[in-house]
């Protein structure tokens, strides 16, 4: 059997709040109030029979189960209400806890987090298997009005006895831990840093990095940034797999208000140079009032053993972190981050918008082991507002052709007015250099050419809406990673943005 496990929190209703695991004193709860997950069958000749365990929070005690099949190539997406298209959830009202899903076929998962009535969101990928220590590099507590928390679930066959140690970057107390506890088979449970006044009480209280240990069994853990009206997910890293370089399939800089902020974790034990080297603009003509940046310069970051280094790609105050190049100029590309001295890093990538509330997080991709195909279980095209981009990086050392090959529409309800259902849409190609990264949009942008366009919005989207997944491969010898990005349209006090990274294969 294949498993996929996901250490996702779901809360279907508020009454769920009466079921929330606590630390010894604790008061926080999420702002997650639901959760939607979207599983691929990976195999293109058989379907997969599907088995998801649904296993509650606080009891530690799988607590409802259910069975589904896939077709081949295909996808199916579970969400906790009733839909044509969809596949309603068995969990019980008011569930919060962790999944696993055990299927005859390889397959891949993605689960898309919302709260305060779908106001606020990210997405993160599922895990194949855990490790016995993780790597968090970026853990904060009041940083200006954001707090994150740190999901953990036990995936192994035995009890797991969990720890968890911080370290401050720029901001909060070193030496600080939380009390142990243990987890059962398939149980999770959520810390919230803002509980722990020990990281640092301040304004930022805590900005910095965590590492989560297990005995007993392997876990895995996925950490939520929440505040200000936003949400930002993205997965921890196992111990031990962090490389001298990082490839980073998208960076912003002023795009409609939109730029990242760049953190790295040097778990080495020497002090390092990092160095931040973007890819050419993918913009080309000014937009907004704005003329295209040139290349960005490389810029480098110093950061001991066990420290985090900050870049953000918005001109600020001027001073660091903030970056001054990106002051009144666009740029959309990509980025790799290197040790100048062989120690292994950590990345994540924070997307924020200066103008409205949308903001997500994705990690950093490992270039040593990537591989020519990427697999994007949810990519969507006029799904009642959302539609996705799929940023592919190319990570080898030579020009490639990248292919997006998508799989069959998996919505069988009736479309938003104006729109039909898509078939299967067609393939699209392009060809990009090394350390570049190119944007298949699953939209089609007025005054753009029919087909792909350079930009990457696709005509054959303009008026139907599709529900699917899709395969990303390179041309021989090529390596690529890529990121998904599901962007809705909606209120500016919103945050529509969700991100996951695409699984290798």
């Not at 295909?74 to 008011?94: C, D, E, N, R, W």
């Not at 298997?129 to 066959?157: C, E, H, K, M």
């Amino acid at each position: 059997m294949n498993v996929r496990r996901l250490p996702f929190t779901l809360m279907m209703a508020l009454l769920a709040l009466a079921l929330m695991p606590f630390t010894a004193g604790a008061q926080t709860t999420s702002t997650v109030t639901t959760s939607g997950f979207q599983v691929q069958n990976l195999s293109q000749t058989q379907p997969a029979n599907i088995s998801i365990q649904y296993i509650d929070a606080a009891t530690q005690t799988q607590v409802a189960t259910q069975t589904a099949t896939i077709p081949a190539g295909g996808s199916l997406t579970f969400v906790p209400f009733s839909a044509a298209g969809y596949v309603q959830m068995s969990a019980p009202p008011g569930f919060r806890g962790s999944v696993t899903i055990l299927s005859d076929q390889p397959i891949v998962a993605v689960t898309n987090v919302l709260g305060s009535n779908a106001a606020l969101g990210d997405s993160y990928g599922g895990f194949t298997g855990g490790a016995s220590s993780l790597n968090l590099p970026l853990i904060v507590r009041n940083n200006f009005g954001i707090d994150t928390s740190i999901t953990i679930q036990n995936v192994g066959t035995a009890q797991a006895t969990v720890t968890i140690s911080y370290t401050p970057g720029f901001a909060g107390n070193p030496g600080v831990t939380e009390p142990s506890f243990t987890l059962q088979p398939g149980a999770s449970r959520t810390i919230y840093q803002k509980d722990n006044t020990a990281l640092g009480t301040g304004t930022p209280g805590f900005v910095g990095s965590a590492t989560v240990t297990a005995t007993g069994s392997p876990v895995v853990a996925t950490v939520l940034q929440e505040g200000n009206g936003q949400l930002m997910a993205y997965n921890a890293f196992p111990a031990g797999t962090g490389s001298s370089t990082v490839a980073l399939p998208l960076v912003l800089g002023n795009n409609f208000g939109a730029f990242t902020g760049i953190q790295v974790l040097n778990t080495g034990t020497q002090a390092t140079t990092a160095d931040i080297t973007f890819s050419p603009n993918t913009v080309t003509a000014p937009v907004g009032g704005l003329t295209p940046c040139a290349t960005p310069p490389t810029r480098q970051l110093t950061i001991n053993p066990n420290q985090t280094g900050t870049l953000i790609q918005a001109a600020g105050g001027g001073s660091s972190p903030f970056d001054p190049f990106f002051n009144g100029c666009i740029y959309i590309g990509g980025a790799t981050v290197t040790s100048n001295n062989g120690q292994p890093l950590f990345v994540t990538v924070n997307q924020v918008n200066s103008t409205s509330k949308d903001a997500s997080t994705y990690a950093g991709f490992n270039p040593t082991t990537a591989t020519d195909k990427v697999l994007a279980p949810l990519v969507v095209a006029n799904n009642f507002g959302t539609f996705s981009g799929v940023q592919v990086q190319n990570v080898g050392s030579s020009a490639t052709t990248v292919t997006i090959t998508y799989g069959p529409n998996t919505y069988s309800g009736t479309p938003p007015s104006g729109f039909t259902l898509c078939g299967t849409p067609t393939a699209r190609s392009t060809t990009v250099q090394p350390g570049a990264s190119f944007t298949f949009l699953q939209t089609y942008i007025a005054g753009q050419p029919s087909g792909l366009s350079p930009i990457g919005s696709d005509s054959q989207f303009q008026s139907c809406m599709y529900v699917g997944s899709a395969t990303i491969t390179a041309s021989s010898g090529g390596k690529i990673a890529a990121i998904v990005n599901q962007v809705s349209v909606g209120p500016t006090s919103n945050d529509k943005l969700y991100t996951y990274g695409a699984f290798a294969q």
